[in-house]
């Protein structure tokens, strides 16, 4: 369990982020120790999938963290100094991930790490990032074996323990559903999302008909949903990304099996509907409560520069990683730019009011949000009754 941080910190609000002490100079910050310190640049690096299955997740999170630094940089950075983004492309491989980030702290010589998109590539980076009292922030990964993965581990999503858990919910009180089967990829997160589906909707009273694992490069589930078909549940639960569950509907359909799925976040993506067409109608998914409706100013503003950047909307996640720049620029602006004292000011953040909603880390360096059930409609995603 990581260590409770009983902070003293004062956090500012972002509209006064960048206001530094009067009798600080340009390229000079004070540390927590009082002490002044000089820098020329501060460094974070930028750990993605650029490529590979999970390359919309990863784009989405580059993409949040790369605005938020322009803005911040072209405010005039940190008391004058600016933050660097060091990018490297992790191809969805847990191994190139550790790979990246240990170049990331050896040779660069970052002072804090942002991405690791999925929960394996997460997973795997953990340790490395405890060994090197070097920060790392995921916006997207869900698993909740992050939770305990060491002091110098954050994220700026909730658990999927929770949105799986909402799901459960959802299928037995609003659904009225009793019997459920799940089909999931051999993955940390999938796994993380099936353990929690199951242990609520058991708790709930529900019954789990079977489970059937697949690999990571399984492309045909024909066999898996031949299996389904013969069984006797009134739903399937399938957590995953876009790209897969997507495939995994049209030959759902294709084989004419029809049953009500579920599905978790990693599916709100438009590249559901390239794969899976029409097959998709009726999905329902638990997600993080995000509207480009919001009338958050935070959220306005975000949503009009990554569009007008971006040529595109932005997803949560994106969010996410916009927000997480901007917290750490909050830590930095207080002298605590890397290390313990770094940590320590991110567990002294509260009520931290961003475009992806309000972010406060506990002892564990876990952010709580609330929750949305959405089900797709003629090609769109809608809240569900």
Known sequence: MRKKIASLLIIFVVAIL??????????????????????????????????????TFGQWAHNGVELAIDEINAAGGVNGVKIKHLVDDTQTDNKLAVSAFNKAISIHKVDAAVGFVSSGEALACAPVAEQNNTVMITPVAGTEKLKEAGEYVFRTRESGYLQAYETAEYAIKQLKINQASILYENAAN??????????????????????????????????????????????????????????????????????QWLSSAGIEDPKLFEMAGDAAEGLI????????????????????????????????????????????????NTGAIRGQALVDCLYGIKDFDGASGVISFDNFGEVYKPTAIKVVKEKRFILAD
């Open 190 to 259: 999938a796994i993380a999302y099936r353990d929690a589906f199951k242990s609520k909707f058991e708790a709930m009273g529900g019954r789990i008909v079977t489970e059937l694992s697949y690999d990571e490069n399984t492309g045909n589930w024909r066999t898996y949903l031949a299996k389904l078909k013969q069984l006797d549940q009134a739903a399937v639960y399938a957590p995953g990304i876009s790209t897969v569950i997507g495939l995994i509907l049209k030959q759902s359909q294709e084989i004419g099996f029809q049953t």
């Open 18 to 55: 960048f206001l530094g002490c009067e009798n600080k100079k340009d390229g000079e910050v004070v540390a927590p120790s009082n002490k002044t310190i000089k820098i020329k640049e501060i460094k974070v690096a930028g750990i993605y999938p650029l490529t590979g299955k999970a390359a």
């Open 285 to 332: 998914f638990a997600t993080s409560f995000f509207s480009l409706d919001s009338s958050n100013q935070k959220t306005k503003h975000f949503a009009r520069a990554y569009s007008a950047r971006y040529g595109s909307q932005p997803s949560v996640y994106a969010a996410n990683a916009y927000d997480t720049i901007y917290i750490l620029a909050q830590c930095f």
